[in-house]
């Protein structure tokens, strides 16, 4: 949508705006105020989506799996998840200019750190959750190191992915062999 606006408006300068400029332009009156309620209902339902599968990943994988609890417990754990988030996130949006911005650093920390793991966890039969531990530690050190260091040679992304994904290997094929020398 951002590419779209600016091939269309490239006067302007935060393609953030690019949807309120376009239906400012083509929208009229009470239209435009329908289409500003529905791009709020958008963001806020896409929000409460996030915050909520992410208390809930909070609640049971993480500390579920560390400190069982009872189910009140993890709901509270859940809650308090959902409330810190809220407030982090408020927080970081105040002293934002652009959300795509944020976008793009989210995303450029995600990929090296998530994909490989979302997708060995999806083929392997026999998953080690040591070896995506590993991949994705490797993943957010190597992001980082080759972004300062080393960006040169390679892009960040490309080295930190191709890194995050050999490490995986490598710590499954010897978790694997550990395995296989104790039975």
């Known amino acids: 949508i951002g590419s779209t606006g600016y091939y269309l408006y490239p006067e302007l300068d935060n393609n953030d705006q690019v949807l309120l400029h376009i239906a400012s332009e083509h929208f009229p009156g009470i239209l435009y105020g329908i289409f500003i309620i529905a791009m709020l209902g958008v963001v806020m339902s896409s929000q409460d989506t996030v ?3 992410g208390s809930i990943i909070f609640s049971e994988d993480i500390i ?3 400190k069982p609890m ?3 417990q993890k709901l509270k ?3 308090l998840y959902t409330l810190l988030m809220g407030i982090i996130c408020i ?3 105040s002293y934002l200019s652009s959300i795509l911005e944020v976008i793009m650093i989210i995303t450029e920390f995600y990929i090296p750190v998530m994909i490989p793991v979302i997708v060995f966890s999806i083929l392997k039969k026999n998953f080690h959750w040591q070896a995506a531990l ?3 530690f490797v993943g957010f050190i190597s992001y980082i190191i080759w972004k300062q260091f080393l960006s040169f040679l390679l892009p960040e992304l490309v080295a930190a992915l191709t890194l995050s994904t050999l490490s995986y290997f490598v710590s499954d094929y010897i978790l694997d062999k550990k395995l296989r020398l104790n039975d």
């Open 91 to 93: 927080i970081i949006a």
């Open 51 to 53: 915050l909520n599968a």
């Open 70 to 72: 009872k189910e009140k």
């Open 77 to 79: 754990a859940a809650k």
């Open 134 to 136: 590993i991949s994705m």
């Open 64 to 66: 579920g799996v560390l």
